[in-house]
């Protein structure tokens, strides 16, 4: 029995992880291990624990990394502690294999403490290309793996001309989409009745015409993030459309773009917009395949939402030379640009869907590939 441990940190993360640990959990010669930490034990970020979201999966450990503060000083600590607390996990739980997920600071330092105690790791999403801090991180976690799951052929290709041995990468698609493909998105009903008792403000019925607006800062523009998320919450209040807006992650500049929204809030007498800290991915789903427009920066906006074919506005740099379907609009951080995009957008029929990002059908093929692959801790570029 191979042990593979998944550290869920972020609701998106679990999202991708979710698929391959019911894989995992399922398959014969695996066992499962999980550690949750950083913002997943936090109330801020939705406290995955305490909320159910994992309630299919035991928990092996938790660990708190996190720094009050949001800005590249205490990322920068976060990291380090973050290194400190799963280097002794790792040694306690003694995984066979650490899985970690495309370019988050918290994913440096697990595949730190994984790569340096000679643990096997394997990569989710690695060789694509995107603005911030987190194109150096996704490479630097591609050259300390050991096992590659790329999402889509153009960024396999990246990780082979990074130096990895080819029969070391899978193209495997977004491991989301096989939650997504197995929901019934049609029935908002349902997930109407879960959300009224989570978040705050207007109550929003799925069946109007109403957005999606998920904004996260970036990194490498930290100064400037107030600025960005004021121009797109200017957009959003004169339009005066129906709006669900998720909370944004734990990455530097956060606090920035939380206190943009709640002085937003606590000013103004909006009555057409719902805020929520985080959401499990089967009612984010729902959400998202029946809006009439993701607005943002998240990689939502690119992956998900081409597999749904839902209209996006992406804004700004965050998600800049990520691989992109038809129904991605691209627009400055400036308010008029912001308005007139989304209003093209929302009065766009959905988009054809599109499997740039897979189709549904990562997770037991990842689980499969970790059950047989032979590992070989001693790495060495292959050209």
């Known amino acids: 029995m191979r042990k593979i441990c998944f550290p869920v940190t972020t609701r998106g993360n679990y999202g991708k992880f979710k698929p391959v640990m019911r894989a995992v959990k399922a398959h014969p010669e695996l066992e499962l291990q999980l550690i949750v930490a950083g913002g997943a034990l936090l109330h801020k970020y939705g406290n995955f624990v305490e909320d159910g979201y994992l309630g299919e999966f035991e928990v092996d450990k938790k660990i708190y990394f996190l720094l009050e503060g949001e800005n590249p000083i205490t990322m920068a600590k976060s990291t380090g502690i973050a290194l400190t607390e799963f280097t002794s996990a790792f040694e306690n739980l003694d995984p066979d294999v650490v899985m970690t997920i495309a370019d988050r600071f918290e994913e440096l330092a697990i595949g730190t403490a994984a790569a340096f105690q000679n643990i096997p790791l394997a990569h989710i999403e690695g060789g694509e290309v995107s603005g911030s801090v987190d194109e150096s991180i996704r490479h630097a976690i591609t050259k300390m793996s050991h096992l590659h799951f790329p999402s889509t052929e153009r960024a396999a290709e990246r990780v082979r001309k990074l130096g990895e041995r080819p029969e070391s990468i899978f193209n495997v698609g977004t491991p989301s989409l096989d939650v997504i493909s197995n929901l019934d998105l049609d029935d908002i009903e349902t997930v109407e009745s879960d959300l009224r008792d989570k978040g705050v403000g207007a109550d929003i019925r799925l069946s109007d015409d109403y957005l999606l607006v998920i904004q996260h800062p970036i990194t490498t523009e930290y100064d400037q993030n107030r ?69 943002g920066n998240s990689s939502s906006g690119i992956r998900e939402s081409a597999y749904l074919g839902v209209p996006s506005v992406n804004i700004g740099n965050r998600q800049n030379g990520r691989q992109r379907a038809d129904n991605v609009v691209d627009v400055p951080h400036d308010a008029d640009a912001i308005k007139e995009a989304i209003g093209s957008q929302m009065s766009h029929e959905p988009y054809e869907s599109s499997d740039i990002y897979g189709d549904g059908n990562s997770g037991e093929w990842i689980a499969d590939v970790i059950a047989e692959f032979e590992f070989n801790i001693q790495k060495q570029i292959s050209y």
Request: glycine share 2%; charged share 25%; net charge negative.
């Open 227 to 295: 600025r960005y998320i004021d121009e797109t919450i200017k957009a959003i209040d004169e339009l005066n459309r129906p709006t669900v807006w998720l909370w944004p992650n734990m990455d530097a500049g956060s606090d920035a773009v939380s206190k943009g929204i709640r002085v937003y809030r606590e000013q103004n007498d909006q009555d057409f917009i719902r805020f929520f800290t985080s959401l499990p991915l089967e009612q984010y789903a729902v959400l998202l395949n029946n809006a009439s427009c993701i607005v």
